[in-house]
């Protein structure tokens, strides 16, 4: 049986979209079973629509408070049972109930290679910083911001005429690559987690996920 994925997106869903066409593969192991967003009318939405994936909305503005809305965006991801969420694009922080559903299980995908730059403007405070070599990075989700184990990460390099798009763009092409691996790894092979560290397939030994 392939592991069933719950996706969550803020936007355009690029990431998402590697993810859906890794999953054709029957060989990667997984298939995305639905896709959540904290908002209407998003591209990431729409790629889920056009693949033939469920969908579902939970807006903050939506909820009495930051806990009920957490509370339901668990309830809309645990209705599908998912083995692995991840976060692809997602720009709010998960809370208390959220992770006592799926912590240990829920992945982020960030655009720098933490512990450096974390936030919402990762490839703006590399560039802004002056780092000749910045990237993308893979962790399991915490209470922190993009402060969990890391699963994967990938390098790229920053040249010297870039911008912030250019950089963001350059870093999200290797990024979908390094999430893909990663994932169908976490699928297929199971992971570990040791302190900091995220062993992934014969690494995580007999006791993998
Ligand atoms: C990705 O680069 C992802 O790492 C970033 O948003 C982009 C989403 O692209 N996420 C964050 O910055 C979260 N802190 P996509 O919607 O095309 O997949």
């Known amino acids: 049986?392939?592991?069933?994925?719950?996706?969550l997106v803020s936007g355009s869903g690029t990431n998402l979209?590697?993810?859906l066409d890794a999953c054709a593969d029957p060989a990667f192991g997984a298939r995305v079973v639905a896709v959540g967003a904290d908002r209407h009318d998003v591209e990431g939405l729409a790629r889920a629509e056009r693949a033939g994936v469920p969908t579902f909305v939970r807006r903050v503005e939506d909820f009495s408070s930051r806990e009920h809305w957490d509370a339901a965006l668990a309830g809309g991801v645990g209705a599908f049972e998912p083995d692995l969420v991840v976060l692809a694009g997602f720009m709010r922080l998960v809370g208390e109930s959220f992770?006592?559903?799926?912590?240990?299980?829920?992945v982020n995908t960030h655009p720098a290679l933490s512990p450096a730059f974390p936030g919402m403007h990762g490839p703006r405070d590399a560039l802004a910083y002056g780092v000749k070599v910045t990237g993308a990075?893979?962790?399991?989700?915490?209470?922190?911001v993009d402060t969990g184990q890391i699963v994967a990460q990938t390098a790229v390099p920053v040249a010297d005429d870039d911008d912030v798009a250019s950089l963001h763009e350059r870093i999200k092409t290797a990024e979908r690559t390094m999430l893909v691996d990663a994932v169908g790894r976490m699928v297929r092979d199971g992971w570990r987690v040791e302190g900091r560290r995220v062993l992934l397939g014969a690494a995580a030994g007999p006791a993998g996920r």
């Open 17 to 19: 979209q590697a993810l």
């Open 1 to 7: 049986m392939p592991a069933r994925l719950v996706v």
């Open 99 to 106: 992770l006592g559903a799926f912590g240990g299980r829920t």
């Open 137 to 144: 990075t893979l962790f399991l989700v915490d209470a922190g």
